[in-house]
């Protein structure tokens, strides 16, 4: 499986376009909520949850984007790549709290449902659907090879499709007046929200207690260093990740006597490293190298 780096496009234009990206988003969050205050809509406030965490996670983006700049130091070894990991769940718990909210409030608006005016609704929805695809278009431009940009630009799709339910409603109460359209099209917006925020927990999670990336399978990373000229034994094995982008392996490779002591581009050590890279995308790799005697030692300090 190749796993190739493009550089085609620059860290700084990328970040460029995240930042007028969370400039639209902000913007647009402010017309929502002035639109929520003064129509009363249910399905503003759920779509401005939406807005004001995809917002931060543009945010969190766009300065991830400058902190992986940094290098790494004596006190912080893998540097800050972790930052966008926390902050990443931080929005999707603040998430979880508006989705609750908006599925409280609605389940008591289908007992008792507001009026809401479609007009406003209608307007303040297509401004909403407008800066969204005006944010696309932006971020689309950028590396989609870059997680960092996918990720973004998943949360800009989510917004859009948060606006069309908003303008749903304003078009079924115009067209009919059914009281209950608001309040529907919120529950829809909390349908759409919440499995993604749950997927994302999960990501941020499986990041932080040191899970094997996604895409990477263990045994089949075993099982391509086992296959390297000279290596008898694997273990020791972990896969992890600092972020969605900076996947890490080490390992200890138990090898024959005879080429214990091989330099170069020869060695156990360049061969595998370069499968790790090669196959795998494992660009950060700490190998040790060892002979049997060396493994019954470490089983007797284990």
């Not at 009026?115 to 696309?136: E, I, M, Q």
């Not at 089949?220 to 972990?238: F, N, Q, S, T, Y």
């Not at 196959?279 to 190298?289: A, E, M, N």
Request: proline share 3%; aromatic share 2%.
């Amino acid at each position: 499986m190749g796993h190739g780096h493009g550089h085609g496009h620059s860290a700084d234009t990328d970040r460029r376009r995240l930042a007028i990206a969370l400039a639209i988003t902000l913007l647009t969050a402010v017309v929502g909520a002035v639109g929520a205050v003064i129509v009363g809509s249910l399905a503003l406030l759920a779509d401005l949850g939406h807005l004001l965490t995809d917002a931060g996670a543009l945010a969190a983006a766009f300065v991830a984007s400058i902190l992986a700049q940094r290098p790494a130091n004596a006190r912080r070894t893998f540097g800050l790549g972790r930052v966008e990991v926390l902050v990443a769940g931080i929005n999707a718990i603040t998430l979880v709290a508006v989705v609750v909210w908006v599925a409280v409030e609605g389940v008591g608006r289908l007992v008792e449902p507001a009026d809401v005016p479609g007009l406003p609704l209608l307007v303040v929805g297509a401004l909403g659907l407008v800066g969204n695809l005006v944010s696309l278009v932006v971020l689309a431009g950028g590396d989609r090879r870059n997680m960092n940009m996918r990720g973004a630009m998943l949360h800009v799709l989510g917004d859009a499709l948060g606006s069309v339910g908003v303008l749903a409603a304003a078009v079924v109460l115009l067209l009919t007046g059914w009281p209950y359209a608001d309040t529907v099209a919120s529950l829809f917006i909390v349908a759409l929200i919440l499995p993604r925020t749950v997927g994302l927990l999960r990501e941020v999670g499986h990041v932080l207690l040191e899970g094997a990336p996604r895409g990477i399978d263990t045994a089949e990373v075993h099982d391509a260093l086992l296959d390297v000229p000279g290596v008898r034994d694997v273990h020791e094995l972990h896969v992890w990740s600092i972020n969605d982008r900076r996947p890490s392996v080490s390992a200890h490779l138990v090898v024959d006597e005879a080429v214990h002591v091989r330099c170069g581009e020869a060695s156990v050590l360049d061969c595998a490293a370069g499968v790790l890279r090669e196959r795998f995308g494992l660009d950060h790799s700490t190998l040790q190298i060892e002979q049997d005697d060396h493994v019954d030692h470490e089983d007797h300090c284990h």
